[in-house]
């Protein structure tokens, strides 16, 4: 590219006729019961997640009077604790409040446990994506956390359906977050979930790939948003993975490590090239600068024929070749090549 850019201002220098100078949902049942959550797990679950399984199947499912009973409980730890803030307690209203906070901790810690499989059930739908499993329990258990702070007993709606909401939501983010290597926005991975699960029941359903539109009749996005989500989804190969599987196969990075590919001392000297023939062409109309950056291919280093030319511009072939010549015969101007021959050998 820069052996290109040299030569298009010498022939540019040189059309002059003069030589240059050197110058990125499970719902509970109200059954109090033993779950034995860990028959349900596949072989291929590793022994840290069926132990973590087993523990939290030991812990009974709560009733719709549990959850409230609970949920009450950490609302009035919550409001003692606001209600004290800057006041002197008396010796009673310490005990008092002590004892408030104790049974709203409790009650905090039990609505967690108990809610520990519904974070699972709900993570197992996202693994093998962006996460492993434990991860994704884990961030889960963030939002399940979030979701027994917020949780309002009085609104009679049951807590798994409000805690799925935020146990969602936190994995949603940390696949956004740690899961790519480029950062992409929750509400992204969200739409990129839809457009993998269309994608994966229309191959079933058509028993072949289905196309953009297709998809988009799924999932109510529209075909070219789901062309550039397409895109985003894209696995990103690190520069240290083997091109093969053979060991002498070198690396990505060796192989866009060689010599066919500009060092950054070239980028800038073609830059810099660029930049001159840029400044000289800028008194030049719009259009005949425009022919002329394409017919010497100064923007991308790919010269266009006449004829290519001509089909982007929607004229003849031979009216191309006038403004060429027209446009040449002024940079023969002695002021102008003088210029150009100033810009390049300048220190």
Excluded at 56 to 83: C, F, H, N, S
Excluded at 108 to 135: C, M
Excluded at 191 to 196: A, D, K, V, W
Aim: net charge negative.
């Amino acid at each position: 590219m820069v052996r290109h850019m040299e030569s298009v201002l010498q022939e540019l220098i040189s059309i002059t006729d003069l030589a240059p100078d050197t110058s990125g949902t499970f719902e509970q049942t109200a059954p109090t019961k033993k779950v034995a959550i860990a028959r349900t797990i596949t072989a291929d679950v590793g022994d840290a997640v069926r132990m973590y399984l087993q523990e939290i199947g030991q812990v009974d499912l709560l009733t719709a009077e549990d959850e409230r009973r609970l949920g009450k409980a950490i609302r009035d730890m919550q409001v003692a604790r606001d209600q004290s803030l800057g006041k002197v307690l008396s010796a009673t209203e310490r005990r008092e409040l002590r004892n408030i906070v104790r049974e709203g901790e409790c009650a905090f810690e039990h609505l967690i446990t108990a809610n520990l499989r519904l974070v699972v059930s709900i993570a197992r739908k996202y693994d093998g994506r962006e996460l492993q499993l434990l991860d994704l329990i884990q961030e889960g258990n963030i939002g399940l956390m979030r979701a027994a702070e917020k949780y309002d007993w009085e609104k009679g709606f049951k807590f798994s359906t409000y805690a799925t909401w935020w146990i969602r939501q936190s994995m949603m983010r940390a696949m956004a977050d740690q899961g790519r290597t480029i950062r992409v926005p929750s509400h992204v991975v969200e739409m990129l979930n839809r457009i993998t699960k269309a994608d994966r029941e229309l191959t079933v359903e058509l028993k072949r790939e289905p196309t953009f539109a297709e998809i988009s009749e799924r999932t109510l996005i529209p075909a070219e948003k789901i062309e550039e989500l397409k895109l985003i989804s894209s696995v990103t190969v690190s520069l240290d993975e083997p091109v093969g599987s053979d060991e002498d196969s070198g690396t990505w990075g060796d192989k866009f490590g060689e010599d066919n590919h500009e060092r950054p001392d070239d980028v800038m000297l073609r830059n810099h090239l660029i930049e001159v023939i840029s400044l000289e062409l800028n008194d030049l109309p719009v259009r005949d600068r425009r022919i002329l950056e394409k017919r010497f291919g100064i923007a991308n280093g790919e010269p266009l024929t006449l004829d290519d030319v001509a089909k982007q511009e929607g004229v003849s072939r031979e009216r191309i070749r006038q403004i060429e010549q027209k446009t040449l015969a002024r940079l023969r101007h002695p002021q102008k090549s003088h210029r150009l021959r100033s810009l390049l050998y300048a220190e």
